[in-house]
């Protein structure tokens, strides 16, 4: 069975300080895992990608996440907190059970940026 | 590029009521969704398209119906309205390439917030 969890449902950083997501998965195949982000009152937005190239994976806005595959985790890190990285993150896999693949979205982790 | 459409942004429905939440994308995609966004719930698929003329159910599929015309449009329609569809819908589509579709990203919709009263 494919599943994913994303451990924190809250996480609070002070601006300027290292932002860390973490999320685990689950999955009978090879899957590639997304990280997306929702501002407030906005649609999801691709943050990174993971599709078995390299697993150290750089996204926008200063984002990376590392693939570990004994771990079977996704973490998305970034160095430095922005106010402008307040929103809700989303951490997907997708494995190719299914005709058209099978998507899984974690439930999501509310990131807080404080001044 | 505009991307995904969606219209209208906010509609407020009384029970009962039908209305088609629309949906548009000038990408090309054959791959279409339609998820619905619940606090505490995450995101639940409602209804999916291959491409024009074939649509499949997903998990959360009553009281809503799908069509698919042509590639661009995905429009999901609200047969009777009930309070237990508040909330907050997301049009996505993709790329469906035939070896590796499962590593196209989707791309969402700004969404439409409904609320039924």
């Known amino acids: 069975a494919q599943s994913v969890t994303q451990l924190d449902s809250h996480v609070s950083v002070s601006e300027g300080t290292p932002v860390l997501l973490r999320c685990n998965y689950s999955?009978?195949?090879?899957?590639?895992l997304f990280w997306y982000v929702q501002h407030p009152n906005k649609g999801l937005q691709l943050l990174l990608k993971?599709?078995?190239?390299?697993?150290l994976v750089k996204g926008i806005n200063g984002f990376e996440a590392e693939f570990k595959k004994s771990e079977t985790s996704f973490h998305l890190t970034k160095p430095s907190a922005h106010m402008s990285d307040a929103a809700e993150y989303f951490c997907v896999v997708s494995t190719p059970r299914g005709s058209q693949g099978n998507l899984i979205f974690g439930k999501g982790t509310k990131l807080s940026v404080k001044p | 590029n505009a991307g995904v459409t969606q219209t209208p942004k906010f509609q407020v429905l009384k029970t009962g009521q039908s209305m088609t939440l629309q949906c548009a994308q000038d990408m090309n995609h054959e791959y279409m969704s339609w998820y619905r966004q619940d606090p505490g719930m995450g995101l639940r698929l409602i209804h999916y398209?291959?491409?024009?003329?074939?649509?499949d159910q997903g998990e959360v599929p009553n009281g809503y119906n799908v069509s698919r015309s042509t590639t661009e449009d995905f429009p999901l329609r609200l047969l009777s309205a009930a309070p237990s569809q508040t909330s907050v819908y997301f049009c996505?589509?993709?790329?469906?390439?035939?070896?590796?579709?499962?590593?196209?990203?989707?791309?969402f919709g700004n969404g439409t917030r409904l609320t039924v009263t």
């Open positions: 993971y599709t078995s190239a390299a697993t």
């Open positions: 398209s291959v491409g024009a003329g074939i649509t």
């Open positions: 996505a589509s993709r790329l469906r390439d035939s070896l590796n579709h499962y590593n196209s990203p989707l791309h």
């Open positions: 999955s009978s195949y090879s899957p590639s």
